[in-house]
């Protein structure tokens, strides 16, 4: 069982930072592809950002490309994703999903959610 747990959400102004952490706690995840998702209050899931198993492979949402990055550390069996140029339709609950495999998928492919950390971007 994988338990993914989130942290560094927050109420920050527009053009803040903030650095998400997603940790595995019991089997770890460290070869397992890694995505962020948000959801916005009324609006569906939507991908953020993703990294394969081992960081070669990244893919990030355009809506977000050029200000968001993704990252890991296997060691410390731990995601990040870096939010920079934060803007207020930014605010969502974001959630940390561990995929079946070793590379980025689909939704469909999803094994564990987090329960997500709360970023609210004021203007």
């Known amino acids: 069982q994988v338990q993914l747990v989130e942290s560094g959400g927050g109420l920050v102004q527009a053009g803040d930072s903030l650095r998400l952490s997603c940790v595995s706690s019991g089997r770890t995840f460290s070869n397992n592809a890694v995505g962020w998702f948000r959801r916005a209050p009324g609006k569906e899931r939507d991908f953020v950002a993703g990294i394969n198993w081992n960081g070669s492979s990244k893919l990030i949402a355009d809506s977000v490309k050029g200000r968001f990055a993704i990252s890991r550390d296997r060691a410390k069996n731990t995601v990040y994703l870096q939010m920079n140029s934060l803007k207020p339709e930014d605010s969502a609950d974001y959630y940390c999903?561990?995929?079946?495999?070793?590379?980025?998928?689909?939704?469909?492919?999803?094994?564990?959610w987090g329960q997500g950390t709360q970023v609210t971007v004021s203007s």
């Open positions: 999903a561990s995929y079946l495999g070793a590379s980025i998928g689909d939704t469909r492919s999803v094994r564990y």
